[in-house]
């Protein structure tokens, strides 16, 4: 029986407040255990929530990114569960009205487009947590993050298998970064996503029974984790047992999911609107106000890039994948607009690949835009070689010589030789030099030409440009 997979995420974006929000305490990331944690945070008796506007305005902007219903009004409500690391005894959440409704994200997979549907997006605080590792036999508990500000982003069952999860994922992830709600530090836990994942007999409409995965962490835990999950409700179901709807956790280092609880409905949380705040009504002016604040949003370019520049879907999907490296490339291109399509090869390809051996961000990247555009004008214009660009692009990473692309080039001798008289010359000589590899072209064997070539670039020191070089010996093998 060939399987359909049905995956619905769950997304909890770190909302990139200052603040709490219900309370003044501190959300900045590693801090001693409970040195963040106020009287409210603490859950103490008589203590009241006071809501964090910049928690309200965030979540308008996401609504707005994705061509949402923004609710007004919107309510908070209690949802009622018992765990250590929850002071309350409940979290405050939305349930009924929550303050997105609605909108859609379009995700790239290979060469497709797809757009996910989304069901809402709701405020909430953060839980605390719970430490084991270092108690015997005792489990500690650090409040530092309770009354962290999320917005909780539900899709609908709209992803079809561990890729256009990822895909998904990694497209939401850079959104949120984008409009500057989230820094989407997933190691920090600003960006985590309980996956609900279940199978169906291909063709047939009705779902499956869904178990849910918390706590993912990484693109990579989140693709492993489905494909686990997925294949282990194929094996039960093909071996005639039922899947029970539970709550599962993903074990890294095993690479498996494994039974946390049983899943809770919503009826179980007791949801009810929280008496100790009131509805939160949105005035229309500050959403025209905040919508006139965004920046143009990822699809925008995606589409600009490739009207104006003539840039492939991948070209575009990738130079989009961060606000950061698409104003990298937005102020190289400037620089040299004539040649979009280098300039989008140099950033997907060098930069790219030196920024990750360095490990570190395009926003720390030592060449700027403008040196990098005047390295790539010099291969266009002939005066190097692709291969002595990459020469120059060593030094200018290093910072020698100011980073100035010609002084690089005068000072390492990489200057391209692109008289076509001295070219000639030499083509004449190596002709001369290799009758046998002349007469092996003539016959048919194509090798013999790039040895040939090879022979003009090594009289040169690979000084010689390779398209002239090319262009010389063809045209001399053809006329004798």
């Known amino acids: 029986m060939q399987w359909e997979i049905v995956i619905g995420l769950e997304v909890h974006a770190q909302l990139s407040t200052q603040s709490k929000i219900f309370s003044g305490a501190s959300i900045a990331y590693g801090a001693m255990p409970n040195t963040q944690a106020c009287n409210i945070d603490l859950a103490l008796p008589g203590v009241l929530p006071v809501l964090n506007r910049g928690a309200v305005e965030r979540a308008i902007k996401f609504g707005l990114a994705v061509d949402a219903k923004i609710n007004s009004p919107s309510i908070f409500a209690r949802?009622?569960?018992?765990?250590?690391?929850?002071?309350?005894?409940?979290?405050?959440?939305?349930?009924?009205?929550?303050?997105?409704?609605?909108?859609?994200?379009?995700?790239?997979?290979?060469?497709?487009?797809?757009?996910?549907?989304?069901?809402?997006?709701?405020?909430?605080?953060?839980?605390?947590k719970s430490l084991h590792e270092d108690f015997h036999g005792m489990s500690g508990i650090d409040l530092n993050r309770a009354g962290t500000p999320l917005l909780e982003i539900v899709s609908e069952p709209d992803l079809r298998g561990s890729a256009e999860a990822v895909a998904y994922a990694k497209t939401l992830h850079a959104l949120v970064r984008w409009i500057g709600i989230c820094d989407g530090n997933m190691q920090e836990g600003s960006f985590r996503c309980d996956a609900n994942v279940s199978v169906r007999p291909l063709g047939i409409e009705k779902f499956g029974t869904r178990c849910e995965i918390k706590n993912l962490n990484s693109f990579r835990f989140l693709e492993k984790a489905i494909e686990f999950e997925a294949e282990r409700q194929i094996d039960i179901l093909e071996e005639g047992g039922t899947i029970r709807q539970e709550t599962r956790l993903f074990d890294a280092n095993k690479g498996e999911t494994r039974t946390m609880r049983s899943k809770e409905d919503a009826n179980d949380y007791r949801y009810f609107p929280d008496p100790d705040l009131l509805p939160v009504e949105i005035e229309p002016d500050l959403i025209a106000q905040l919508k006139a604040a965004l920046p143009e949003l990822p699809q925008a370019r995606h589409e600009r890039y490739m009207s104006d520049y003539d840039l492939s879907v991948y070209d575009a999907s990738v130079l989009t994948g961060s606000r950061e490296m698409a104003d990298y490339f937005?102020?190289?291109?400037?620089?040299?607009?004539?040649?979009?399509?280098?300039?989008?090869?140099?950033i997907m390809g060098e930069i790219s690949a030196r920024l990750n051996k360095a490990d570190i961000e395009i926003t720390a990247c030592p060449v700027a835009?403008?040196?990098?555009?005047?390295?790539?004008?010099?291969?266009?214009?002939?005066?190097?070689?692709?291969?002595?660009?990459?020469?120059?692009?060593?030094?200018?990473?290093?910072?020698?010589?100011?980073q100035n692309v010609d002084a690089i080039i005068e000072t390492k001798g990489l200057k391209q030789i692109s008289d076509d008289s001295a070219i000639e010359e030499l083509v004449d000589e190596v002709l001369a030099e290799n009758a046998q590899q002349v007469a092996d072209y003539r016959n048919g064997k194509e090798k013999a030409f790039n040895s040939l070539v090879g022979q003009v670039m090594k009289a040169t020191k690979g000084k010689a440009n390779p398209a002239q070089v090319n262009a010389m010996l063809k045209k001399k093998l053809e006329s004798r």
């Not at 690391?85 to 303050?99: F, N, T, V, W």
């Open 79 to 128: 949802k009622n569960y018992f765990y250590p690391d929850l002071p309350k005894g409940y979290q405050i959440s939305q349930y009924e009205l929550p303050i997105v409704e609605g909108g859609s994200i379009r995700i790239q997979v290979g060469e497709s487009e797809k757009t996910i549907r989304l069901t809402r997006a709701h405020l909430e605080e953060d839980a605390g």
């Open 330 to 346: 937005e102020a190289t291109v400037k620089q040299f607009p004539a040649q979009a399509k280098l300039c989008a090869n140099w």
């Open 369 to 402: 835009p403008e040196k990098l555009a005047a390295l790539l004008a010099r291969i266009h214009d002939g005066t190097i070689s692709g291969k002595a660009a990459k020469t120059v692009f060593d030094s200018m990473w290093q910072g020698d010589l100011d």
